[in-house]
């Protein structure tokens, strides 16, 4: 006579455990919080993680080359990288890389536009995540994930964005025990995987 009694408490049992996925579920995606709409890629997880390092300086002016002047980056990028030629070295020795890697991310995320505006809020010629605009969306369990980082119209400056992204490089670089490609991975958006730092690794190898 106590198995319809059992069954009852089954029965019961059932919206509760229902209502327990859901809240596991909800949780595990309000840890990071991004726009669902218009397509925006989430930025990757290792550059929230570094919207909290202390700002970089403000940038020392660089002397940029004439067009006949020379420059050490490989002859094979368009003018629209070459164009910045006397900054990329610049910061790229500041931060200890070599020029055409830094030649090699502008060319894939900007294409040497110092204007360009991605679909998730990233600006500028390297594509640095500010802490406004559409980048002041995305939420981490602290707070605003880019609160510390500089704003859209500071990395519209083309020399205060290679100098805080090349710096940003650089730091991710020394966090992977100078792994490039893991460093780049986390640099680049979060749903492009390894897929983003093997393009920029094999423009760097062909342009060189």
Same mark, same amino acid.
């Given at each position: 006579?106590?198995?319809?009694?059992?069954?009852?408490?089954?029965?019961?049992?059932?919206?509760?455990?229902?209502?327990?996925?859901?809240?596991?579920? /909800?949780?595990?995606?309000?840890?990071?919080?991004?726009?669902?709409?218009?397509?925006?890629?989430?930025?990757?997880?290792?550059?929230?993680?570094t919207a909290t390092e202390a700002?970089?300086?403000?940038?020392?002016?660089?002397?940029?080359?004439?067009?006949?002047?020379?420059?050490?980056?490989?002859?094979?990028?368009?003018?629209?990288?070459?164009? /910045?030629?006397?900054?990329?070295?610049?910061?790229?020795?500041?931060?200890?890389?070599?020029?055409?890697?830094?030649?090699?991310?502008?060319?894939?995320?900007?294409?040497?536009? !110092?204007?360009?505006?991605? &679909?998730?809020?990233?600006?500028?010629?390297?594509?640095?995540?500010?802490?406004?605009?559409?980048?002041?969306?995305?939420?981490?369990?602290?707070?605003?994930?880019?609160?510390?980082?500089?704003?859209?119209?500071?990395?519209?400056? !083309?020399?205060?964005?290679?100098?805080?992204?090349?710096?940003?490089?650089?730091?991710?670089?020394?966090?992977?025990?100078?792994?490039?490609?893991?460093?780049?991975?986390?640099?680049?958006?979060?749903? &492009?995987?390894?897929?983003?730092?093997?393009?920029?690794?094999?423009?760097?190898?062909?342009?060189?």
């Open positions: 006579m106590k198995k319809p009694e059992v069954q009852k408490v089954r029965s019961a049992m059932l919206p509760c455990v229902f209502v327990g996925c859901l809240l596991v579920i /909800w949780l595990g995606t309000t840890a990071i919080s991004a726009p669902a709409a218009s397509g925006q890629l989430s930025p990757s997880v290792l550059a929230i993680e700002p970089v300086a403000p940038p020392v002016k660089a002397v940029v080359p004439t067009a006949d002047g020379p420059c050490s980056i490989g002859s094979s990028y368009p003018q629209s990288i070459q164009r /910045w030629c006397g900054l990329i070295i610049t910061y790229a020795e500041q931060n200890g890389l070599p020029a055409n890697l830094i030649a090699a991310v502008m060319l894939q995320e900007s294409g040497g536009d !110092p204007q360009a505006y991605s &679909a998730s809020g990233a600006v500028g010629l390297l594509q640095v995540m500010p802490r406004d605009g559409i980048a002041a969306n995305f939420t981490c369990s602290a707070g605003p994930c880019f609160a510390s980082r500089p704003t859209r119209n500071e990395l519209q400056d !083309p020399e205060y964005n290679l100098a805080y992204g090349t710096h940003l490089l650089a730091s991710l670089i020394a966090r992977y025990g100078g792994d490039r490609r893991d460093a780049l991975k986390a640099y680049g958006p979060m749903d &492009a995987g390894y897929h983003y730092a093997d393009t920029v690794l094999a423009i760097y190898e062909r342009y060189q």
